[in-house]
């Protein structure tokens, strides 16, 4: 499982105007906790943090959290709890990391990745992903990076599950194992007009414009 290494320095002074001038110098404000350590208000360069949360799943990296209170350096082993973004600029507001020991499991979620091109899409069918995610508990260095579904023996109609996923040693699913994760269901009918009826309506238009050109003959010979 994947490692980084972020550096952070401990603040005493909180409250959005402190959060509002932090960002102002290129500084994310976030807060480290965990069941047996106290909160600290933490500072982070914005580039470092940008960095890690930009990667597929930012919340699945293990981080050695170095934080700086002004007289000595304490490192911690932790992971992203959440990450609060602007909804218009898109820009990291806030980041909650949380304290974490190796020998104790967690809870998460893993991205499911699907490789290959199902007979049924040849076919003309559509794949669907049903799950993105799987729920799992193991170890923190037994994180897996992603789950990988083979798709290519699909065909219509035909659906993989939870089951069907190649799960590493020491990973403990938590889902139903009859979840659906991918299926390929037939392709969208597409209502089609019989050329029959098209013929007639235009007969029916050639006609009407017979008769009307008719009638106005016999009115100009009167």
Partial sequence: METVALNARSRKETGKGVARSLRRQALIPAVFYGPKVEPVP???G?????KVVSSEAPENILIDLNIENGEATESHRAMIKEIQVDPVK????????YAITMDQK?????PISLTGTPVG???????QQVSRTIEVSCLPDQIPETLVLDVSDLVIG??????DLDIPEGVELLVEE?????????????EIIEPEILEEEEGEEVEEEEAVAETKEEGDEE
């Fill in 90 to 97: 898109q820009t990291i507001l806030h980041v909650d990391f």
């Fill in 121 to 127: 899409v040849t076919e003309g069918g559509i794949l």
């Fill in 158 to 163: 035909d659906s993989l599950h939870v089951t």
């Fill in 46 to 50: 914005s580039k470092e943090v940008e």
């Fill in 42 to 44: 933490l500072a982070l």
């Fill in 178 to 190: 009859k979840l659906t994760v991918a299926t390929v269901v037939p392709p969208t009918k597409e």
């Fill in 106 to 110: 967690i809870s998460l979620e893993i």
